[in-house]
């Protein structure tokens, strides 16, 4: 007779535990979610249209259709920003002899996909608007390059900084660009949102942010992370103080004139103000516990504090079944968040894993999890989910697709990591195995 082992088959294996006790508190939070929250379908899919809420008719998919010149440029966009200048940037990190190639053509595909964005007509807006900046940008990053290709007094190490810089910039206003589209496309953000719409869209890209730098971190630098002499959750903790901060000061319309829709407290601008805050106030005490602590000594104050927003999340509800739901699934994917980082710093803690020249697979559940939590985030502002109303989407078509921008996201930036291997090789050095003088 054959006896299993449980506890040694955790230990042998830590992805089991790691992956099993999100799946466990995920299944019994969405027990005790299902009583209390009306079934989609029978709800808002039944609805008629004199039944929607009044602002629900302002979000829609455009009933023009797409021209040929917003198609043409979202394709040279997609292959300028998101193909060209990346790899140009990683080829510049790698010192490839090819970059300035990849750089003028990638430059020269983004701005003729950005001319083609405004033959379509929509000038007078905040996307046609940051088009200009991005030109901008783009023509400096171009110009270093050129004057480094060019002359060798560019080739110092200060020049090669600054266009590394403003590659990086580059990205994060790439990204941003993509945020503006959409918005711009589905008119979101508007009908005195915008307060809401800014809290969800930047609290949401900063846990996406997070997963793509812990990802690159994780796996480029390895053992370098350990000469930063504090531990990871010190910088993620300072980050948790910003969107506490931001988060703060935008859920009750601070950026709206005076009146009575900026004036008066709704119970979700008092329970998302008070998210903010517990965000600022648990982000500063993780700073302050981790500032004079050995990087092998990590904290689970901000898992605490995800596993907190998390339960308020699933247990917070909202005048909409739809809102209820895409809520439910943000709390879901930040208790999920929580409790596997508090497992994987028990198993690292603990010596279990050794000897790693890479990341281990259960590092990365909680890299999909940061990601998942962010995309969710952001997809849970109210004029969106005016728009799933409007349109009759229901909840597992939204989530699904939700789900695989994550999973896209997480796989272009392991691709580009890969690049980075394959020009540079592989990083020289490994993961300090954890001695018995260093455990904790």
Same mark, same amino acid.
């Given at each position: 007779?054959?006896?299993l082992?449980t506890?040694? /088959?955790?230990?042998?294996?830590?992805t089991?535990?790691t992956?099993?006790?999100?799946?466990?508190a995920?299944?019994?939070?969405?027990?005790?979610?299902?009583?209390?929250v009306?079934?989609v379908?029978?709800?808002h899919m039944?609805?008629?249209?004199?039944?929607l809420?009044?602002?629900a008719?302002? #979000?829609?998919?455009?009933?023009?259709p797409?021209g040929?010149?917003l198609?043409?440029?979202?394709l040279l966009?997609?292959?300028?920003?998101i193909m060209?200048?990346?790899t140009?940037?990683?080829?510049?990190v !790698?010192?490839? $002899?090819?970059q300035?190639?990849?750089q003028?053509s990638? !430059?020269?595909? !983004?701005?003729l996909g950005?001319?083609?964005g405004? *033959?379509n007509?929509h000038?007078?807006?905040?996307?046609?608007?940051?088009g200009?900046?991005?030109v901008c940008?783009l023509t400096?990053?171009?110009?270093?390059?050129?004057?480094?290709? /060019?002359?060798?007094?560019?080739?110092?190490?200060?020049i090669?900084?600054?266009y590394?810089t *403003?590659?990086?910039?580059?990205?994060?206003?790439? #990204?941003?660009?993509m945020?503006l589209?959409?918005i711009?496309?589905l008119n *979101?953000?508007?009908?005195?949102h915008?307060?809401q719409?800014i809290?969800h869209?930047v609290r949401?890209? !900063? &846990?996406m942010?997070?997963?793509? &730098?812990?990802?690159?971190c994780?796996?480029?630098f390895?053992a370098?992370? &350990?000469?930063?002499?504090?531990?990871p959750?010190f910088?993620l903790?300072i980050v948790?103080?910003i969107v506490?901060?931001?988060?703060t000061?935008?859920e009750h319309?601070?950026?709206q004139?005076?009146?009575d829709?900026?004036e008066i407290?709704?119970? $979700?601008d008092?329970?998302?103000t008070?998210?903010?805050?517990s965000?600022?106030a648990?982000?500063?005490?993780?700073a302050?516990m981790?500032y004079?602590?050995?990087?092998r000594?990590?904290?689970?104050?901000?898992s605490?504090?995800?596993?907190?927003?998390g339960i308020?999340?699933?247990?917070?509800?909202?005048?909409?079944?739809?809102?209820?739901?895409?809520h439910f699934?943000?709390?879901?994917s930040l208790?999920? *968040?929580?409790l596997?980082t508090?497992c994987?710093i028990?198993?690292?803690a603990?010596?279990?894993v050794k000897?790693?020249d $890479?990341p281990a697979?259960?590092?990365?559940?909680?890299?999909?999890?940061?990601?998942s939590a962010?995309?969710?985030l952001?997809g849970?502002?109210r004029?969106?989910v005016?728009f799933?109303? #409007?349109? $009759?989407?229901?909840?597992?078509? #939204?989530?699904?697709t939700?789900?695989?921008?994550c999973?896209?996201?997480?796989l272009?930036f392991y &691709?580009l990591v890969?690049l980075?291997?394959?020009l540079?090789g592989p990083?020289?050095?490994?993961?300090?195995q954890l001695?018995e003088?260093?455990?904790?």
């Amino acid at each position: 007779m054959v006896t299993l082992n449980t506890p040694r /088959l955790w230990m042998k294996n830590p992805t089991v535990l790691t992956v099993i006790a999100p799946l466990i508190a995920s299944a019994a939070l969405a027990s005790a979610h299902e009583d209390e929250v009306a079934d989609v379908n029978g709800a808002h899919m039944a609805m008629k249209a004199e039944d929607l809420p009044n602002d629900a008719f302002m #979000y829609r998919w455009p009933e023009d259709p797409m021209g040929w010149a917003l198609k043409v440029h979202l394709l040279l966009c997609a292959v300028g920003y998101i193909m060209l200048l990346p790899t140009a940037l990683v080829m510049e990190v !790698a010192r490839h $002899k090819l970059q300035p190639l990849f750089q003028i053509s990638g !430059a020269l595909v !983004a701005f003729l996909g950005i001319v083609f964005g405004w *033959l379509n007509g929509h000038l007078h807006n905040t996307y046609a608007r940051f088009g200009w900046f991005m030109v901008c940008l783009l023509t400096a990053q171009t110009s270093i390059n050129l004057y480094r290709t /060019l002359s060798s007094a560019g080739r110092s190490q200060q020049i090669r900084r600054v266009y590394l810089t *403003l590659g990086t910039l580059q990205m994060i206003f790439m #990204y941003m660009g993509m945020v503006l589209g959409v918005i711009r496309f589905l008119n *979101l953000c508007s009908q005195g949102h915008l307060g809401q719409c800014i809290s969800h869209f930047v609290r949401g890209s !900063a &846990l996406m942010i997070g997963s793509v &730098l812990i990802l690159i971190c994780t796996r480029v630098f390895g053992a370098a992370m &350990l000469e930063l002499k504090r531990p990871p959750e010190f910088y993620l903790s300072i980050v948790m103080i910003i969107v506490g901060t931001i988060a703060t000061f935008t859920e009750h319309n601070f950026f709206q004139s005076s009146g009575d829709a900026a004036e008066i407290w709704s119970h $979700k601008d008092l329970q998302h103000t008070m998210i903010g805050i517990s965000w600022f106030a648990g982000g500063l005490l993780g700073a302050l516990m981790t500032y004079h602590s050995h990087p092998r000594n990590r904290s689970a104050i901000p898992s605490l504090v995800f596993i907190a927003t998390g339960i308020s999340m699933i247990i917070h509800q909202q005048d909409l079944v739809m809102s209820s739901r895409v809520h439910f699934l943000f709390g879901t994917s930040l208790v999920s *968040l929580g409790l596997s980082t508090i497992c994987e710093i028990t198993l690292l803690a603990s010596g279990f894993v050794k000897d790693r020249d $890479k990341p281990a697979s259960f590092q990365y559940v909680t890299m999909l999890l940061f990601c998942s939590a962010g995309m969710f985030l952001m997809g849970a502002n109210r004029d969106m989910v005016l728009f799933l109303i #409007y349109e $009759k989407i229901d909840i597992t078509t #939204y989530a699904v697709t939700l789900l695989s921008f994550c999973f896209a996201i997480m796989l272009y930036f392991y &691709l580009l990591v890969d690049l980075y291997f394959t020009l540079a090789g592989p990083p020289t050095a490994k993961y300090s195995q954890l001695g018995e003088e260093e455990q904790i």
